[in-house]
């Protein structure tokens, strides 16, 4: 075994210790799915997430550049966690009073923390590792490195780039968190993994938003999971129906999924869901005070959206849930102090009153 296969293999018996399912190592090169991150962002597909638009000294977008960003990177380190827990699916939940958290979002810790903490060991592993060390070259991110971590995911063989965009491994599915390794060593790289996503189109066909404008192209734009969390202010009317019951992220397009069909559980616990955040009762998080949403979001991802986001995103769900039991909240709403939470609880008026008179008409239609 030459001495790149040795550390390769360390690598990865390092990260199965630490509690990665999947491991693997990508080159670096200009792959062609950079050249559509380019395209992407060159069509506004980012919405305002202007940090997925950061540039070079160059000018070259960071993250589809690594090899001018960081030149010394000669290997990325793919890590995959599992986070699916045994909870139900979204498309499973239908109590008109409660809403939807996206599923990565309910653990005990915010998995940025949860992820690096795994990988740091792994880094560690590999310094301790390689003679001459003090040379080598490392850096560990979750999310917040100059890369497109999915694309190195797929040449690190960790699954293959469904047309929902996720990463979809061919034994646990798509609930996988990914942590990456940079490092200045050529290491062993792994093949790129073949797309089973074959003539399915469920994730595309489910989209309640149009957000999958595409096989493999999402427009932030149009996506629930952008709109609840990182749009700041109020959402487009027009897309206020098709957010559902879902108040943070959305889990739809991997929930009907046929690889994730029979995703195994996991039994970390950092990931296992806080108290309440399964199916949240849509009035608690209305209703939220400062204090509250301190209280229980304080290390948790949900933090990101915000509690005027996440009340605007409650107060959105009780619109679209036909129960007029939520009529008198809203009405108190509508006077609410923070501006954006007045205005969407003004739409959910009219949308529950609407959705009033289309049930009596129904009821019309179908008593005669
Ligand atoms: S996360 Fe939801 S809104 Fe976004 S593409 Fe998937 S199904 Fe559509
Ligand atoms: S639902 Fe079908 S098309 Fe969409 S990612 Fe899964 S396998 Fe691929």
Redesign the pocket.
Known sequence: MNQSSQITSLVKQAAHAAGFELTGVAPVHEFGELDRFREWIAAGRAAEMQYMEARNETGALKRASLRTTLPWVRSVIVCAINYNTAEPYSTQADEPQRGWISRYAWGQEDYHDAVLRRLRLVENQLRDGVTGSSALQTRCYVDTGPLVERVYAKYAGIGWIGK??CIINQKLGSWLFLGVILTSLELEPDLPAPDRCGSCTR?ID????D??IAPYQ?DSN?????LTIEKRGAIAADLRS?MGH?VF??????DVCPWNRKAPATGVVEFQPREGLVNPALEWLAEMTDEEFREKFRGSAVGRAKRSGLRRNAVIAMGNSSDQGFAPLLEKLKADEDPVVAESAEWATKKLSRKNTECGSDTLVRRF
Request: proline content about 4%; overall charge negative; some cysteine.
């Open positions: 929902n965009t994730c489910a989209c309640p938003t957000a999958l999402l149009r996506c629930i999971s952008y098709g879902e992220g959305c889990d739809i397009c991997q």
